[in-house]
């Protein structure tokens, strides 16, 4: 089983950036998929979940409004759309597959928001 994510980066506050994660090893559609963040000395914090058929989405309080997560199950990714960039929203972003017992994560990228 591998997640991997790609598309983090440094931009500056008030940008925005599009997350992916590809999956493989795994029969994605039944797997809830959700993006998690850690900060420096922080614990990590779920960003956005979204259910195995992509109708239901739930946020943090934090994001609402400015991140927007999705899925393609013909692709096996699933993405996390992110505006209005904050400095605050600097983190190690990581993807989480969830079926039933099964419980996968992926490496993570970076992403840096800083002028």
């Known amino acids: 089983v591998q997640l991997v994510e790609s598309g983090g980066g440094l931009v500056q506050p008030g940008g925005s950036l599009r997350l992916s994660c590809a999956a493989s090893?795994?029969?994605?559609?039944?797997?809830?998929m959700s993006w998690y963040r850690q900060a420096p000395g922080k614990e990590r914090e779920l960003v956005a979940s979204?259910?195995?058929?992509?109708?239901?989405?739930n946020y943090a309080d934090s994001v609402k409004g400015r991140f927007t997560i999705s899925r393609d199950n013909a692709k096996n990714t699933v993405y996390l759309q992110m505006n209005s960039l904050k400095p605050e929203d600097t983190a190690v972003y990581c993807c989480?597959?969830?079926?039933?017992?099964?419980?996968?994560w992926g490496q993570g990228t970076q992403v840096t928001v800083s002028s």
């Open positions: 989480q597959a969830l079926w039933r017992t099964l419980n996968y």
């Open positions: 090893g795994i029969t994605f559609s039944r797997y809830i």
């Open positions: 979204i259910s195995s058929v992509g109708d239901s989405t």
